[in-house]
């Protein structure tokens, strides 16, 4: 069977599954469920790909995400690492959609000293780097100055730059094997690490563009956040600029409580021994709290939502949030 068949056939049973209830992504078809679920674990993996590549040529809305649940309500496997190449390419699309038309020299409010060029460019820079580093499986650090960038003369064709590096880089996570060793420069020194890297790169990077255009962020989705608060978590101890900050905080034993209010997720931070250390639940007692949704409190740990903002709620000792989000700027 071709794979224009299989894309096809593929693209209808979503259709199917989601035509009487547009909101089941697929969870009405107990029976196409059962049947799937007797195939080897290869042709699973390999509809779910699939299902997941008829979604992505819808474009950016509503009838895509739903679209895009259809897998995991046919019970297919799912595969993190391609999610989140999917997710990446997404929120990429809607990243160069708001920049296309804008003006290259808009600051960028977010990212002091910042226009809309310089953003721009940033995540281009990164996805090129990313790539380099993934495509010559490196051992060592590369810097990404020593990448080629192939940037266009002129700021406007930035977008359509960035948009060719993104698709590139992706090509090339996808193709690789998840597990495969690479030098990164977070805590997880595998292939993995780089789509996970590039889409909280991308979450952030649409809120500093729709906050540089005057737009209020649009929500990540709250699973997706929730990831995103642990992957800075995790990786903030390997970013030598954070580290002295952290260690001169000079609050031992003080502990940052995150709430979550849309997921129920809770995270504790206890400062010590020259670091820090999290758990993903309520641990002791607070010094001090701060509740909000998962999106809303992955950008306050990126530093895009003041504090003492509306959408917040405080509790404890104020100056410890204030001194974690100052000492871990990223």
């Known amino acids: ?10 693209e209808a049973v979503a259709d199917l599954a989601t035509a009487n209830d547009p909101d089941a992504g697929g969870q009405g078809l107990a029976g196409t469920a059962r049947l799937l679920d007797a195939l080897p674990a290869a042709d699973r993996r390999t509809l779910d790909r699939l299902f997941r590549d008829a979604a992505l040529r819808q474009p950016p809305g509503p009838r895509r995400e739903r679209l895009l649940k259809v897998p995991a309500g046919l019970g297919l496997p799912g595969d993190a690492h391609a999610v989140r190449c999917d997710l990446v390419a997404s929120y990429v699309e809607s990243f160069v959609t708001l920049v296309r038309d804008a003006d290259p020299a808009t600051p960028v409010p977010s990212c002091p000293g910042w226009r809309l060029a310089d953003l721009v460019r940033h995540h281009g820079t990164t996805h090129r780097w990313a790539e380099h580093l993934v495509r010559t499986r490196a051992t060592a650090r590369v810097r990404s100055r020593d990448v080629p960038l192939d940037l266009p003369a002129d700021p406007a064709g930035y977008p359509d ?11 090339v996570l996808r193709e690789a094997e998840p597990e495969a060793p690479v030098w990164t420069h977070g805590g997880d020194p595998h292939v993995r690490f780089f789509p996970r890297r590039l889409l909280f790169e991308a979450v952030v990077h649409r809120a500093d563009a729709e906050l540089a255009l005057g737009r209020e962020p649009a929500p990540a989705d709250p699973a997706t956040a929730a990831d995103g608060i642990e992957e800075f978590l995790e990786n903030l101890p390997y970013f030598s600029w954070v580290a002295e900050p952290v260690a001169q905080l000079d609050r031992d034993g003080a502990r940052l409580r995150l709430s979550a209010t849309d997921t129920g997720a809770v995270w504790t931070v206890t400062l010590g021994g020259g670091g820090f250390a999290w758990r993903r639940r309520a641990e002791g007692e607070p ?35 204030d001194a974690w989000i100052a000492a871990t700027s990223l």
């Open 1 to 10: 069977m071709s794979e224009a068949l299989l894309s096809a056939l593929a």
């Open 161 to 171: 730059w960035l948009a060719a590096s993104a698709e590139s880089a992706l090509r």
């Open 287 to 321: 010094t001090a709290g701060v509740e909000g949704t998962a999106a809303d409190l992955l950008l306050l740990l990126h530093g895009r939502y003041a504090a003492d903002d509306t959408r917040f709620t405080r509790s404890g000792d104020p100056t410890l949030l």
